[in-house]
C-alpha cells in the first residue's frame, strides 16, 4: 500500500493534472492538442492514438469473457475445473502458439455485442452516449462491488486475505521492482498518458475547477480500488483457507485471478452464485466504460483530423477496429495475442509514450509555467512550483528506470519464459511497439482539414481566460452581496 | 487482524476515502463549481 499512495501522490495526480490542463487548454483531441501546443509534438498525440488503437481491439475480447462468465455463475458451469474450463471448453485454446482465425462461437458473439454496444454508445456522443452510460454503470458499478465487499467480508479466512493486503512488509520496500509495479499501476489505473483525459478534458467548460475534479477523479478511483482490494483479498483468504495454502500462492493476477480463481471462490462460497454474477457484471461494467473512453480517443482523433461528424468518424474508425478485433481474438489463439500485446503495449505504448511526452512538454517546449498557470487560473487548488518538479523531475526518472529495467529483462528472457517462440514476441510484441511510432509519424504528416484551426495564441487564451474568470468571481461576488443584503 | 496491517487500513481508508471527501467539500464551495450549479 505505502508505493501505491505514493505512487498515487507524487505521479499519478500530478499526471492527471498534466494531461487535463494540454486538453482543456488546447481543446482538441491528443494530436489536436499537442499540435496547437508546439508542431512536431502531433506526432506524441497520435502515438497516444495508436496506443489507444491496439489497446481497444484486444481490450474489447475480456469484456466479452466477463459477459458469458456473468451468465456462467449461476449454473457455476466451470464445474470442479475452472482452469480446465476456461482454457478448454471456453477459450478451446489450442497448443501451437500462432495468429490464427479459428473462431470460438461461445467467446465470438458476445464479442461482437461489445462491439455494437460500444460504437453504438459513441456514436450518441458526450452527452446522450457517454455521459448517459457512464452515469448508469458507475453506480451500478459501485452499488453491485460495495454488495460484493460486505459479502466476502463474511468468508471464512477473510481476514486472512486482509492480513497479506495490508501487512506492510518493509523489506519489500527496498526492491525497486515494487515501486514500477505501483507507479505501473496507478498510471493505467487515472488513464493517464494514453490520451483519454486530454481528449475527456477538452468537452469540460472553460470555467471548470481542473484541479478541484482533478482531486476528486484520483481519489474516487483510489478509494474503488481500495475498496475493491479489500473483497477481493478478502475472497482470496477464504480461497486459500479451504485449499490450505498461503494467500500469495493463490494466484497471481490477470486472467487466472478473474476467471479462475474467483469460479473457484464462487463454487465454494456460501451465495457463491450471487458473487459470481455481481463480481462479473462489475467487470462488465467497468471494462465498458473504459472501452468507451479508449475509443473515444480514436474518434475524437480523426474528426478534427478529417473535420468530420460524429457519426461518420465513429463508422469509419469503429467498424475497421470491431473487425480486426474479431478477426484475432475470439479465436484459439486469441489469449496468446491479447497477452503479449497487453505487455508490450503496457510498457512501450503507454509507458514510453508518457515519458517522451512529459520530456517533450517539460524539457523541450517548457510547457509546465504555462500549463501551471493555466490550470491555477480556473482552479480552486493551484499547482505550482512542487507540481512542475514532480513531472519535470520525479515522474521521468521513475518512467525511465522502469522501462530500462524492463528493457535489460526482456534483452536477458524473451517475454513468455519460453512459452511463446521468439518470432511471436518480435511481430506482435517488439514489432507493434515500433509500429505505433512509426503509424504516429504518417499522421503527423498528413494534412489537416481547413474546417479545423490548428494554430493557437498563447498569450490571446491567457487574456481570454483571464476576463472569463474574472467575470465568473465577480458574478458570484455579486450574488453573495445580493444574498447578505437580502438576509 | 495483526495490529499492523489494521493501522495500514486506517493509513490507507484514511488518506483515499479521507483524501476523497475532503476535495469532493472543497470542490463544493469552489466558484466553478458554484457557478455550474447555480
Known sequence: MIPYLVALLCAGIPLLFLDYAIGHRYRGSAPLSFRRMARWTETLGWWQVAVCFVIAIYYAVIIAWAVMYMFFSPGLAWGDDPKGFLFGD??????????????VPGVLWPHILVWVATLVIIGLGVAKGISWANKIFMPLLVVMFVILVAQALFLPGAVDGLNALFTP???????????AAAFGQIFFSLSVGFGIMVTYS????????????GFVVAFANSGFELLAGIGVFAALGFMAMQSGTPVSEVAAGGVGLAFVAFPTIISQAPMGQLIGVLFFGSLVFAGMTSLISIVEVIVAAVRDKL?????KATLAVGLPMAIISTLLFPT?????????MDEFVNKYGI???ALVSVVAVALIVRKLPRLSNHLSAVSSAKPRTLWMVLIGGLVPIVLGYILIADVITKSQETYGGGDYPDWFVN???????????????????????KRVDTGFDEDEEDRELAEVVASRDETLTTGTRIEEAEL | MNPDAIIMLIVSVAVLWGGLGAAAWHLR????YQEDEG
Open chain 2, 29 to 32: 464551495r469552489s466558484t466553478a
Open chain 1, 90 to 103: 471456453f477459450l478451446q485454446l489450442q497448443d501451437e502458439v500462432t495468429i490464427g482465425m479459428n473462431f
Open chain 1, 332 to 340: 484459439t489463439t486469441g489469449l496468446y495475442l491479447l497477452d503479449v
Open chain 1, 307 to 311: 473535420g468530420i461528424g460524429r457519426v
Open chain 1, 169 to 179: 512488509n518493509w523489506e519489500a520496500l527496498a526492491d525497486p521492482g515494487v515501486w
Open chain 1, 202 to 213: 477538452s468537452y469540460l467548460k472553460r470555467k471548470t475547477d481542473l484541479a478541484g475534479s
Open chain 1, 427 to 449: 511481430t506482435a510484441g517488439w514489432g507493434m511497439a515500433i509500429a505505433l511510432v512509426i503509424v504516429a509519424i504518417v499522421l503527423s504528416l498528413l494534412p489537416w482539414s
Open chain 1, 351 to 353: 509507458l514510453l509514450g
